[in-house]
């Protein structure tokens, strides 16, 4: 007869994995947390200890580390040595694996209450007859194993009591919102449009609107640098007095934002606007967790993706790679109930029967836009100088579709704006931000 170890299910390997992933990168608590990973599935109680204190700092909103989790550890009585958590980061080779750790600890949980009461049950097992004892097991391991997993599984539908429950998101153009009654919660946006054509200046510029209307925003860039994305976005948040004539030294002039209002801008865009650090590596992985990361701490509701070919996957081939990033962001914008606009690029001279853009002219996998709830293209107008055209030609929000939405373009503001509204002398208020103690510093300064 084989001997069945069941020393097995307190293994703590997985535990400390999954500890030291943590302490390696703060960010990885959110998958954690995701896949339901509770502090009573781990069996080491100085783990179990340590995911509680991380789970502590994470919902204070503090940064998870060696010092900081030591700190509240003793805090709680718990003496703890520094070196025996660096060990633990050492011993850590990778924070990737995250999930299927996290899985181990809850299969050895759920094995553990099953030894548990298999134990209960053949202590009284002289009393039952073997009919009861079969019933009474099967419906253990099935509690067990279910119990935690379903209830997230199966949902109680309802309907919204109150539509203004439902996350809208003002794009601050009015033509656009009118179209598709803003962007929702839990909707993938596709923006295409050839190289040029201003999809990046538009960006830019919806998230200055958005931030504007109280929603904070996360921006990756996988063409430029945060340094430029921030020159950008600084030259098109300011107010037309702060921003001073610079001669190129070629006969021409550009222009730049003045110290006291870079200073001013930094301040208003202090807490609404996060961006991927350029130091990370831009594979799929990385953006879906920092989405999940700046959603759960930061209260981030829209996510501008530039672009959908700088980012890399496990997939070799370029369509599936693409099919995968749309499905993913699909997924979480569904899950976290976010609205996300991804960016893409149109097939070279492909143009619908009229000359304007159809939803299939975008380059790549036809996915994108079964996947995508709108797809709205972006296209100079050659024959009237800086003039633009939005198109919406796909909507799922409303059903609407529109081929000539008209735009004109300052090239000092950096700004689009429509012809019958204030947009290009809009004042998104970063100077009334300012307090006195500051305006203060910015003189010391000068």
Not at 256 to 276: C, D, P
Not at 394 to 422: A, C, H, M, Q, W
Request: net charge neutral; proline share 1%; aromatic share 8%.
């Amino acid at each position: 007869m084989e001997i069945i170890d069941v020393t097995d299910i307190y293994n703590t390997e997985a535990e400390q994995s999954v500890i030291g992933a943590i302490l390696m990168e703060s960010s990885s608590i959110v998958k954690t947390i995701r896949s339901g990973l509770k502090a009573e599935h781990f069996y080491e109680e100085y783990y179990r200890e340590i995911y509680k204190v991380m789970l502590k700092l994470y919902n204070e909103k503090k940064e998870i580390d060696i010092l900081a989790v030591k700190t509240e550890l003793e805090k709680g009585g718990i003496e703890v040595d520094t070196s025996f958590l660096t060990d633990i980061v050492t011993n850590t080779i990778t924070t990737k694996n995250l999930d299927y750790y996290a899985d181990i600890i809850k299969d050895f949980s759920t094995k553990r209450n099953i030894e548990e009461i298999t134990r209960s049950l053949l202590v009284n097992m002289k009393n039952k007859s073997l009919d009861e004892m079969k019933r009474e097991f099967e419906l253990a391991v099935a509690y067990c194993s279910c119990k935690s997993d379903m209830k997230n599984i199966i949902k109680n539908l309802k309907i919204a009591e109150n539509r203004e429950k439902i996350l809208k998101i003002s794009t601050g153009f009015k033509e656009l919102d009118k179209r598709l009654d803003r962007l929702h919660g839990g909707t993938l946006t596709v923006l295409a449009g050839d190289s040029g054509s201003g999809k990046s200046t538009l960006i830019s510029q919806l998230l200055a609107n958005i931030m504007f209307s109280g929603t904070s925003c996360f921006i990756y860039s996988g063409e430029l640098t945060n340094k430029h994305v921030g020159e950008w976005m600084g030259r098109m948040i300011a107010n037309d007095s702060d921003l001073k004539e610079v001669p190129t030294g070629y006969g021409s002039i550009n222009y730049t934002v003045s110290k006291e209002a870079k200073y001013k801008i930094n301040n208003w865009l202090e807490g609404k606007l996060y961006i991927l650090s350029d130091e990370i590596k831009s594979d799929l992985d990385t953006i879906i967790n920092s989405i999940e990361y700046s959603y759960e701490r930061y209260g981030v509701k829209f996510f501008a993706i530039d672009n959908l070919m700088t980012i890399t996957t496990n997939k070799s081939d370029k369509f599936d790679r693409q099919e995968q990033i749309v499905f993913r962001l699909k997924e979480v914008a569904k899950r976290l109930g976010v609205a996300i606009l991804l960016v893409a690029h149109h097939k070279k001279g492909k143009q619908g029967t009229d000359g304007t853009p159809s939803m299939y002219d975008i380059s790549g996998a036809s996915e994108i836009t079964n996947y995508a709830d709108h797809i709205i293209t972006i296209r100079r107008d050659l024959s009237i100088e800086n003039r633009s055209v939005i198109s919406i030609t796909k909507n799922r929000t409303t059903g609407v579709l529109e081929k000539t939405i008209p735009i004109k373009f300052d090239s000092k503001r950096k700004r689009f704006f429509e012809y019958f509204d204030n947009e290009l002398d809009f004042d998104y208020g970063y100077d009334k931000d300012i307090c006195k103690e500051n305006q203060i510093k910015i003189k010391a300064d000068k």
